[in-house]
């Protein structure tokens, strides 16, 4: 494994021979294709490269402070998700959160797994028959029960439901077995509140709350199913800065730093500046 003063000599000498040779710096998609082979390596059987570089790509380009951020973190995030193959975007299976690293004075970004990507990964334990989480509102009619015969009973009330009281958790084994978990919103308020998405604009706590309510449950009961060591281990790093890279890819050739790069992608022709 390169020691840092060789990685910075490597890393000077890419730069001289940019500028020797008249080459545009990269931009962060040039980067995420550079590294497409080591998460290709990563990823999942049932993922394809090609359609997790498009979907970390497009995340990137539709969130400006992304393309701001520490190149290694951000790239860090990227190759997380690939290894839990859990695409990031809209499907809420994970998310890229931009952060200011005041210590640093940079841009980092917390990786986020969202309540359909611990969804998505307990099934693949295949030790789990049904996984789901719903969410409890005041009107609902709600009962649980533990000891012995722990039991659960939730029946939504029909028209107005009232304000989020909390959320509960079920998973059922293919053995016949079962695991419940309830957390009240207090509960879950305390766990937002210590996490470093908790608050930011950016977080999906604040575009999807009730999502994030059932994940966290899940994610509190996670210790109790059926999965691999690996896979708890991989859980572990939810919410967490991106990785280096070098810590995370099996490829010795990829960066650990990278030079100076363009911020933005080349606009297409037509397309106007929005950053003014």
Known sequence: MSTNESLKQQIATQKQNEVANNNKPKTIGDYIDQMAPAMAQALPQHMSIERMTRMATTVIRTTPQLKEADVSSLLGAVMQSAQLGLEPGPMGHCYFLPFRNNKKGTTDVTFIIGYRGMIDLARRSGHIQSIYAHAVYEN?????????HSDLKHVPAESD????????AVA???D??????????????????RSKAGNSKYSPWATDYEEMAKKTVIRYM???LP??????Q??????????????????DDSYVDMPEIVADYPQEEGATDESN
């Open 172 to 174: 059922h084994f293919k």
């Open 161 to 168: 439901r009232g304000q989020f009281k909390g959320a509960y």
């Open 140 to 148: 609902d009619e709600f009962d649980y029960q533990l000891g012995l």
């Open 234 to 251: 991989a859980v572990s790093h939810d919410e967490g800065v991106g990785k280096n890279i070098k810590d995370i890819t099996p490829d």
């Open 222 to 224: 996670w210790k109790y």
């Open 176 to 193: 016949g077995g079962y695991q419940f978990e309830y957390m009240p919103k207090s509960e879950i308020e305390k766990r937002r509140a």
């Open 227 to 232: 999965v691999s060591v690996e896979m708890q």
